[in-house]
């Protein structure tokens, strides 16, 4: 079970930190990705973390901006995103590739290990 937040609506140029909690998972077993769908189009692969911190950039856009870090004491997983762009709003999702330590490709997530999302809205 996965619970995304910290979405919220931040003026074009700001930050926002994303948190998914998981409970009934040990996420530092597992890589975990952060995914986003946009207002009328495709839900996308951002960023993922491998179960040994390695990251891994689903999108070249976000390179430089956006960050995905762990604690596993806490269980938890982050999307520091700096930089944001109006055309960046939408809901952002975590999921986890279970049984996956590396970062599969966006398309290879199944569908059991997702939280419902957190909204985004980058706007002035």
């Known amino acids: 079970h996965l619970v995304e937040s910290g979405g919220g609506l931040v003026q074009p140029g700001g930050s926002l930190r994303l948190s998914c909690a998981a409970s009934?998972?040990?996420?530092?077993?597992?890589?975990v990705a952060w995914f986003r769908q946009a207002p009328g189009k495709e839900r996308e692969g951002v960023l993922c973390?491998?179960?040994?911190?390695?990251?891994?950039d689903y999108l070249d856009s976000v390179k430089g901006r956006f960050t995905i870090s762990r604690d596993n004491t806490k269980n938890m997983v982050y999307l520091q995103m700096d930089g944001l762009k109006p055309e960046e709003t939408g809901v952002y999702y975590c999921?986890?590739?279970?049984?996956?330590?590396?970062?599969?490709?966006?398309?290879?997530?199944?569908?059991?290990?997702w939280g419902q999302g957190t909204l985004v809205t980058v706007s002035s």
């Open positions: 999921a986890a590739p279970i049984p996956n330590i590396n970062c599969p490709a966006p398309e290879n997530y199944g569908s059991d290990y």
């Open positions: 973390i491998s179960s040994s911190n390695v990251q891994t």
């Open positions: 009934g998972i040990g996420l530092r077993w597992y890589a």
